[in-house]
């Protein structure tokens, strides 16, 4: 008898509690991007990962944050709420020790969708320094829902995600695998440009510029083993343009360097990266520019 199993399994949580840290290291590979700031995330990704008895489908999603007029607020929320229909597994990832009225949200927003499989992941367990503070944590929030599984891990370090796959795989239904055995990702690669280019843009970039910076590809060719690629930096005032070029050119330049460097690796080939800075007004409040830099798909 067949026993293989394949599922969906929706990463959910507020901004910043490690959501794709925790994507990239159960995958054993980067590809969503992480910062330090929250709201990093801006849309729905699938990563794949297939062993010899189960194909895992996991979704990672932008932290869920305050109800929110902006139209990119609305997207990014939107994309969490979708996430958790038509799937097996939902991981609510949040931070030890920690519990604010953000993750009272996802928890609001759980208790419309009853899910069956829900496991607490409570994460950056590598900053608790005593583990009586842990146990008391859990089990405070134990009584926030009817968590099917509690498991304490470190996305960072690698603790805890073995036993966290195993859960995962025991609570898959049985089921051929959807993807190819070396599939990771489901987008291509322009998207990945674009993610990555955004990610060193907010590494330099302090205070509210990252959340006014959107990417897109132009162009994407490959010449004799070389990719060139064309991007568009769009931002929403001419002085953010300014302070995204740098002194000199200095901070798009570094960046530039950076996420080519990166894209070398991911894309496993020589990388040509040409970038320009656009501005267009208010953006992230024009459901028409965010179809238009394709946040709608
Ligand atoms: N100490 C520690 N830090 C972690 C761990 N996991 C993630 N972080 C850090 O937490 C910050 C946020 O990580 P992300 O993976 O971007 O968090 P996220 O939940 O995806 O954030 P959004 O996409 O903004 O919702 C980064 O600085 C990570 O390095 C962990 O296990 N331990
Ligand atoms: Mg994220």
Same mark, same amino acid.
């Given at each position: 008898?067949?026993?293989?199993? @394949?599922?969906? #399994?929706?990463?959910?949580?507020?901004?910043?509690?490690?959501?794709?840290?925790?994507?990239?290291?159960?995958?054993? $590979?980067?590809?969503?991007?992480?910062?330090?700031?929250?709201?990093?995330?801006?849309?729905?990704?699938?990563?794949?990962?297939?062993?010899?008895?189960?194909?895992?489908?996991? &979704? =990672?999603?932008?932290?869920?944050?305050?109800?929110?007029?902006?139209?990119?607020?609305?997207?990014?929320?939107?994309?969490?709420?979708?996430?958790?229909?038509?799937?097996? &597994?939902?991981?609510?990832?949040?931070?030890?020790?920690?519990?604010?009225?953000? =993750?009272?949200?996802?928890?609001?927003?759980?208790?419309?969708?009853?899910?069956?499989?829900?496991?607490? *992941?409570?994460? +950056?367990? =590598?900053?608790?320094?005593?583990?009586?503070?842990?146990?008391?944590?859990?089990?405070? *929030?134990?009584?926030?829902?009817? /968590?099917?599984? &509690?498991?304490?891990?470190?996305?960072?370090?690698?603790?805890?995600?073995?036993?966290?796959?195993?859960?995962?795989?025991?609570?898959?239904?049985?089921?051929?695998?959807? /993807?190819? +055995?070396? $599939? #990771?990702? @489901?987008?291509?690669?322009?998207? /990945?440009?674009?993610?990555?280019?955004?990610?060193?843009?907010?590494?330099?970039?302090? =205070?509210?510029?990252?959340?006014?910076?959107?990417?897109?590809?132009?162009? /994407?060719?490959?010449?004799?083993?070389?990719?060139?690629?064309?991007?568009?930096?769009? #931002?929403?005032?001419?002085?953010? +343009?300014?302070?995204?070029?740098?002194?000199?050119?200095?901070?798009?330049?570094?960046?530039?360097?950076?996420?080519?460097?990166?894209?070398?690796?991911?894309?496993?080939?020589? *990388?040509?990266?040409? @970038?320009? #800075?656009?501005?267009?007004?208010?953006?992230?409040?024009?459901?028409?520019?965010?179809?238009?830099?394709?946040?709608?798909?």
């Amino acid at each position: 008898m067949n026993t293989f199993k @394949t599922g969906y #399994v929706s990463i959910i949580g507020r901004p910043n509690v490690g959501k794709s840290t925790l994507l990239n290291h159960l995958l054993e $590979q980067k590809i969503s991007i992480v910062t330090r700031k929250p709201q990093t995330t801006r849309w729905n990704l699938q990563g794949i990962k297939t062993t010899a008895i189960a194909q895992i489908i996991f &979704i =990672d999603t932008p932290g869920l944050q305050k109800q929110s007029k902006l139209a990119l607020n609305r997207h990014m929320n939107k994309e969490v709420s979708n996430s958790i229909e038509h799937i097996d &597994i939902i991981l609510f990832v949040v931070a030890a020790l920690k519990w604010n009225e953000l =993750d009272e949200n996802v928890i609001a927003l759980l208790k419309k969708k009853s899910p069956k499989n829900l496991f607490l *992941v409570i994460n +950056k367990i =590598d900053k608790v320094l005593h583990k009586n503070e842990l146990l008391s944590y859990i089990k405070t *929030v134990s009584n926030r829902f009817k /968590f099917h599984e &509690i498991i304490p891990v470190s996305a960072i370090k690698g603790t805890g995600l073995s036993n966290l796959e195993r859960l995962i795989t025991i609570n898959l239904p049985i089921a051929p695998p959807l /993807f190819p +055995k070396s $599939q #990771v990702a @489901t987008r291509n690669e322009r998207f /990945f440009v674009a993610e990555f280019i955004r990610e060193q843009l907010i590494l330099r970039l302090n =205070d509210e510029l990252p959340y006014r910076i959107s990417v897109t590809i132009e162009a /994407f060719t490959v010449k004799r083993n070389i990719v060139h690629i064309h991007a568009c930096i769009w #931002v929403e005032k001419k002085g953010q +343009k300014r302070i995204i070029i740098g002194k000199e050119g200095r901070v798009l330049k570094a960046a530039g360097t950076a996420a080519r460097q990166a894209l070398e690796v991911f894309l496993d080939k020589k *990388v040509n990266l040409k @970038t320009w #800075v656009k501005v267009e007004a208010k953006w992230a409040n024009s459901e028409q520019a965010l179809k238009k830099f394709g946040y709608f798909e």
